[in-house]
């Protein structure tokens, strides 16, 4: 089923709605900055688990986790010294992953060898409502195997509507995947290029 919201301004009765069916162990697909995401609560297993088989994709590959800002995010990451603090908050909100080691606060199956993915997307329907969830939520691409990137609500419909509990339609993503930088050692390392620019 596609619930429309609007893009810049979505209604707070269509995100409390999103809202329970993610707290039901429900499990989504909607727009990001860059990408259609898969996403449920990363608090609720279950859900990740009909994820990983929906994608038909490697359970030791991890899925990174959308922040609504850098104060939910920090709670995510172990620990954020002042430079990495500083290249954070010139990259997000935006089109970028970061790699972080990760705090006792990530469930162990979101994580790979210590180490969590995690965004901030620049989306006002993102950013309101993982406000309203107060936590966050998995994000993962709409690829399935030997498939093109499914990138509109109406493709997701045809393809996986009989397996999600919602699609949500709320603007259009980039179509581009977020560019995957690993802030765990002294300097960023370069993982993926993607949607964001990069050296910055």
Known sequence: MILTLHPDTPQVRHLERIAEVLQRDGVIAYPTDTLFGLGCLASRKKAVDRVQQLKVRDPKKPMSMLCADLEMLSRYARHLDTPTFRILK?????????????????????????????????????????????????????V?????????????????????????????????????????????????????????
Request: net charge negative; aromatic share 4%.
């Open 144 to 200: 399935l195997p030997g498939q093109a990137m499914l990138n509109t609500a109406w493709e997701l419909e045809e393809e996986l509507g009989h397996a999600l509990e919602l699609i949500v339609d709320c603007g259009q993503p980039e179509g581009i995947p977020s560019t995957i930088l690993d802030l765990c050692g002294d300097e960023p390392e370069l993982v993926r290029l993607g949607a964001g620019p990069w050296p910055l």
């Open 90 to 142: 010139q990259l997000l909100p935006g089109p970028y992953t970061v790699l972080l080691p990760a705090s006792r606060e990530v469930p162990r199956y979101l994580q790979n060898k210590q180490v969590v993915g995690l965004r901030i997307p620049d989306s006002p329907f993102c950013k309101a409502l993982l406000t309203l969830l107060g936590e966050p939520i998995i994000t993962t691409s709409v």
